[in-house]
């Protein structure tokens, strides 16, 4: 017996020497795989570039040119993070690269990595290195497509807001590109952005989200009117359908209007019958007549939310009344 546990253990040694020969003959099967492993990291996905250590040069190296840019950096928000990592973190080569072949070239610009002369998708890659986890959508978004890049609305070196390093305050930022909307806030009745008591980041992400408009939502993942408008939020028993479909906006005009409430027409009437009206009878039997509106709509009448009170939802009355 013990003849026979010898004579296994010894064919399986053989067999373990010829395996290794094999190996040596043909490159090492496990860095291979290490390899493969390394090149579908998601680090590398964003920066598939890797540089050697020694052709970084160190912050103190760009001060000696960059006096003047290093001087403001010290309050910048990169820079604290460099200062808490024992100035490991983000330093001027975590975005422009390693310094080693623009020094030895004499400051040759061509030899670093200028975000003046990339291209935004180039910038967005750059920025998305550190900064994916906290704007995941963002490639998704209309300012991606659109080529907007990160630099378009921030600036590491000569931002006027620390807050996000942006480069000028909110909303006249956004309007720059924006500028369809900004008639919309000189309206008589209009959230107040204008006056400084909301910011267009309230209500959008400029960074993308999965909704139109980049709007945000709730937790609920409703829209984000019900943040503040937490009387609309519900669930009700008897919800007004538009809701649901079409949202807040199918109603409102959020921006500025000269109703107000908000309301994408001046009277509410007109309003209520561009969907409850003789044309749409079969959808809406109990509000109209077959000749038309079930009440005279002349302006002498009370508007309709005098009665229906609960426009948004009830949990009393399917028409809204209570």
């Not at 003959?25 to 590398?44: E, L, N």
């Not at 993942?221 to 009387?231: F, L, P, R, S, V």
């Not at 008897?238 to 649901?244: M, W």
Request: include cysteine; aromatic fraction near 4%; proline fraction near 6%.
């Amino acid at each position: 017996m013990r003849r026979i546990l010898l004579s296994i253990v010894v064919i399986g040694l053989l067999s373990g020497l010829w395996c290794a020969t094999r190996v040596l003959a043909s490159g090492d099967p496990v860095k291979q795989v290490s390899s493969s492993k390394q090149t579908s990291s998601p680090a590398q996905k964003i920066s598939p570039k890797l540089h050697n250590p020694a052709d970084y040069v160190g912050p103190d190296t760009c001060e000696a040119c960059h006096g003047e840019i290093a001087k403001k950096f010290s309050s910048n928000p990169h820079s604290r993070l460099a200062l808490m990592h024992g100035n490991k973190g983000a330093t001027c080569e975590s975005c422009h690269g390693p310094g080693r072949e623009h020094v030895d070239g004499g400051g040759d610009i061509d030899k670093i990595f200028r975000f003046a002369s990339a291209s935004a998708r180039q910038i967005d890659e750059t920025c998305l290195g550190c900064h994916a986890t906290a704007h995941p959508d963002f490639e998704q978004s209309a300012h991606a497509k659109g080529n907007v890049s990160c630099t378009s609305c921030h600036s590491v070196h000569a931002s006027t807001s620390e807050t996000s390093l942006l480069k000028a305050s909110q909303p006249k930022l956004c309007y720059t590109c924006h500028t369809d909307i900004k008639p919309a806030f000189s309206q008589p009745f209009h959230h107040k952005v204008d006056e400084g008591l909301m910011s267009c980041s309230d209500c959008h992400n400029p960074h993308g989200t999965t909704q139109g408009k980049a709007l945000k939502t709730t937790q609920e993942q409703n829209a984000i009117c019900t943040k503040c408008h937490t009387e609309t939020r519900g669930p009700f028993v008897f919800e007004h359908p538009v809701l649901k479909t079409e949202g807040c906006t199918s109603c409102h005009s959020p921006h500025g209007s000269p109703n107000g409430r908000l309301l994408n027409v001046a009277n509410i009437n007109t309003l209520c019958l561009q969907c409850h009206s003789g044309i749409n009878n079969n959808a809406f039997p109990s509000a109209v007549s077959p000749t038309g509106p079930a009440h005279n709509q002349a302006t002498q009448y009370v508007a309709c939310t005098n009665c229906h009170t609960q426009i948004h939802g009830s949990n009393a009355s399917p028409i809204f009344f209570k």
